[in-house]
């Protein structure tokens, strides 16, 4: 027998360094994982550096090294692929940013880069698109909302550069920053141009739009401005169903993630309820992730929160969400016909509060699998395991070739 489908599932940022507060335990030692530590037992455990050993991986270029494409290769800065996340269709060309609804006050300094934190802003980036007009630039643009005060906007058009600077002075107190080539080329400057254009417009929409004035009403920060960053052009995807042979989805909160699954061409699945934070319906994820096994035959799964939990330094949240995403993952420890990978993207080690090269966890259960003797899924246990060390870029051959899809390499 062999198993046709992949349940691949991200715990982002879950592995960690010893904590004191654990009696030097890891998090993920410290906590109690029954289904985590079942999986574990009934596959093959290893530890991974997901790009490669001591090279400290994003959340964006640990993905893309996961799924088998080359970040030295396709990564071109977060901007584009947060830009397909938020609802873009991003075609190789294009140039993608990232933007945060903002608030200046009367002098027209920023007195609050989030924007009071704002929720809904769908409305907004509406009369933004509808509104704004770069046609006289020969630009054509794209503007979406991303979660809360988070927006994308990407620019379609001839002769257009990346290296620009961001408008964002990165604090409060002082005014939006021009935005400038950072080079003498003349598509730089065009990139400048249009980015001052599309936010001088923004801000006459914003100023007077109903959403603002019902904030001020109700004495809440208006979002009257757009911080715009992280330029940067959408490159080439070799499909994924192309590369493997596999049809695939993704599930994720985060639209950094979902934007890599869309780029690399697996369909984005929305659930509601997910947040990204340890306040997400994780229940509402398993169940999507189950129903979309049965139309798919790879399913990435990205689960956030113990990422933020270590960002955050708590090592008491990042424990207990721990707990929670294992009661959550039991509908999905033995599904028939299917591979599961358990894996982080990246250490996030409370001690730290970012993310570290440490390798990572991974565990690969499922017919046709070796089991090995390690029984608990953390930093410590699964390096005693029959994968032992492997780099992010071998999971995806390795799955093939469980599958029996592996191409032969000579005679
Ligand atoms: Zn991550
Ligand atoms: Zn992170």
Redesign the pocket.
């Known amino acids: 027998m062999t198993a046709h489908k992949i349940l691949f599932l991200v715990l982002?940022?879950i592995s960690d360094r010893p904590c004191p507060e654990l009696g030097n335990r890891t998090p993920l030692q410290a906590a109690v994982t029954p289904i985590l530590d079942g999986i574990a037992a009934e596959g093959a455990c290893g530890i991974m550096d997901t790009i490669a050993p001591g090279i400290r991986p994003?959340?964006d270029t640990a993905h893309l090294s996961l799924l088998g494409y080359e970040p030295e290769k396709y990564y071109t800065g977060r901007g584009p692929l947060e830009a397909e996340g938020c609802g873009i269709h991003m075609e190789p060309g294009m140039i993608g940013f990232r933007c945060n609804y903002a608030t200046l006050d009367d002098q027209g300094r920023v007195v609050d880069r989030r924007a009071g934190r704002i929720h809904g802003t769908e409305p907004l980036s509406q009369a933004i698109q509808e509104g704004v007009d770069l046609s006289p630039l020969g630009v054509e643009f794209f503007f979406r909302s991303g979660a809360g005060h988070r927006a994308a906007l990407a620019f379609r058009g001839e002769g257009l550069g990346v290296a620009v600077t961001s408008n964002d002075p990165k604090k409060e107190g002082v005014p939006p920053l021009p935005f400038e080539a950072r080079s003498g080329d003349e598509a730089d400057r065009m990139t400048a141009r249009a980015l001052a254009a599309f936010v001088a417009q923004a801000e006459e929409i914003l100023r007077d739009h109903p959403v603002n004035a019902s904030r001020r009403a109700e004495g809440l920060l208006p979002a009257n401005t757009v911080l715009v960053r992280g330029a940067g052009k959408m490159g080439y995807f070799e499909p994924f169903s192309t590369k493997y042979g596999l049809s695939g989805k993704v599930i994720s909160a985060a639209a950094l993630i979902s934007g890599i699954g869309t780029a690399v061409g697996l369909t984005r699945v929305d659930v509601p309820g997910i947040t990204g934070s340890v306040d997400s319906d994780l229940g509402a994820k398993v169940r999507a992730a189950r129903e979309a096994l049965s139309s798919a035959d790879f399913v990435l799964v990205n689960i956030k929160g113990a990422?933020?939990a270590?960002?955050d330094g708590n090592v008491r949240e990042k424990v207990a969400f721990i707990e929670k995403i294992d009661l959550a993952l039991a509908p999905l420890a033995r599904l028939p016909d299917t591979l599961i990978v358990v894996c982080a993207d990246?250490s996030?080690p409370c001690s730290v509060k970012?993310?570290s090269a440490d390798p990572v966890p991974v565990v690969i259960a499922g017919e046709g699998v070796r089991v090995d003797r390690v029984t608990s899924f953390n930093e410590i246990s699964c390096a005693e395991g029959g994968l032992h060390r492997i780099r992010g870029s071998s999971l995806m051959p390795i799955l093939l070739d469980l599958l029996n899809r592996s191409p032969k390499y000579g005679a």
């Open positions: 982002d940022g994003g959340s990422d933020e270590g960002h990246h996030t970012d993310h």
